[in-house]
Structures are given as structure tokens and as C-alpha cells.
């Protein structure tokens, strides 16, 4: 039987696992009691280590401008509330200084409730410009519900999403079910990128990262 070879070292991936943002096997268990062997959460610990979220927020600027054709074209990011709000800004501030700049907006939960005016109603926050391409930013990618949401809720405030981009997909069958509403889904990594690099890593054992394998192979959104 041979070993796995030790993988490229991705400092990004390194920190998730560290910070104990993505847990895989009885890690989930011992930190929150549940049975799944899968959890990512990018909140409450993500905000309390700003050079995560810092490079997190790169790392999304980054991609969006290697999906860009045309980098002429401006680039505006927004997140999905409440998880992804700080990732987009994060990507947004990221960009500042660079060649590629990225406009931020936010998307509420619940419009506004002010009494009138133009924007009295609103569940978008930010300037409007039809020449923008919108990236609409999550850190998981599993039923799309949530995607969709805020696909359709941005739809209604007059604005086009050009494509969603996630830190992980977990191939569940939600980026094919938004890609059928025509729109196309990027990530960061997708679930076995994950698994294949924490276990060459030596962070989970060959039975773990089959166990997530088959709990995400046998949850599939869509069929």
C-alpha cells in the first residue's frame, strides 16, 4: 500500500482547519455535539481572527478576477446574509489599491422599514450601475436555497447576478439546480479538494475522509 504524497501546503486551507472553521469526522462531534460528519461554519470564530477573514477576502478577489473575461467590465460584490456579508466586504476591501477594484454592496434579510422614499423599502444597500457584473458570494454551497433567495430577492431590487462564487462546494446538487436558473457557480474549493488535502495533510484518517465522502455522496438536493 503506498502513502499518500504530502500536498502543496495552502495556508488558507491550513487556517480553516486550525481555527476549527471546517470540521471533518469526531471533530464535529466534540466541539458541537452533532452527528454529522461535516461541519463549516464560517461566523462567530472567523470574526474573532481578522488575518483569516482577511485572507479569506483575498482569496475571493482573486478568483473573481481570474472568472472575469473582460477586465474592463466593473466588478461589484455582494454576500449572503448574515455569513457572507463580512466575506464580501472582506473581498471588497481586499481589492482596494489594486487593478481590479471591486464595488460592495449589501443585501438585508428584511427591507428596510422606513416610512417612504426611494429607498424606504429597499433590501439592497449600495449604488446601482447596469454596466456592473454582480458576484453573489456564500461560504458553502450545498441546496442553493439560500443562493436562489438572494438571487431573486436582488432580481426584484432591479439588479443581475453574473455568476455565485463559494468558499466550498459540496457537490450536493444545489450549483446545478442555480446554474439551471442561469447561474453559474464558482468556489474556492470543492469538497474533495477539501478532503484530499487534510487527509494528505495527515489532519483526518483514510476512514474519515470516506465517511464524509458517502454522508455528502448520499445527500443530494434536486433528483
Do not use: N
Request: with cysteine; net charge neutral; charged share 30%.
Amino acid at each position: 500500500m503506498t502513502s499518500r504524497s504530502k500536498p502543496e501546503a495552502d495556508s488558507l486551507l491550513d487556517a480553516l482547519w486550525e481555527r476549527g472553521l471546517i470540521l471533518l469526522g469526531d471533530r464535529v462531534r466534540e466541539e458541537y455535539g452533532l452527528k454529522t460528519p461535516i461541519f463549516i461554519d464560517l461566523r462567530h470564530k472567523l470574526y474573532d481572527d481578522l488575518s483569516t477573514l482577511s485572507a479569506l477576502g483575498s482569496a475571493l478577489h482573486t478568483k473573481i478576477r481570474e472568472l472575469v473575461s473582460a477586465s474592463a467590465i466593473p466588478q461589484q460584490i455582494i454576500g449572503i446574509p448574515d455569513t457572507a456579508t463580512p466575506l464580501a466586504l472582506s473581498a471588497a476591501l481586499a481589492s482596494r489599491e489594486t487593478d481590479f477594484p471591486l464595488q460592495y454592496g449589501q443585501l438585508r434579510k428584511k427591507p428596510a422599514a422606513y416610512p417612504g422614499g426611494e429607498s424606504g423599502l429597499s433590501s439592497y444597500m449600495g449604488s446601482r450601475d447596469a454596466r456592473r457584473e454582480i458576484t453573489l458570494v456564500d461560504d458553502v454551497m450545498a441546496s442553493g436555497r439560500s443562493k436562489l433567495w438572494a438571487k431573486e430577492r436582488l432580481e426584484e431590487e432591479g439588479l443581475t447576478i453574473a455568476r455565485i462564487l463559494v468558499v466550498v462546494h459540496r457537490r450536493q446538487g444545489g450549483g446545478r439546480i442555480l446554474e439551471g436558473h442561469g447561474c453559474p457557480v464558482h468556489s474556492l474549493y470543492s469538497i474533495d479538494e477539501v478532503i484530499d488535502y487534510y487527509e494528505s495533510s495527515g489532519r483526518i484518517d483514510a476512514r474519515t475522509a470516506k465517511q464524509v465522502r458517502e454522508h455528502t455522496a448520499s445527500r443530494r438536493f434536486g433528483d
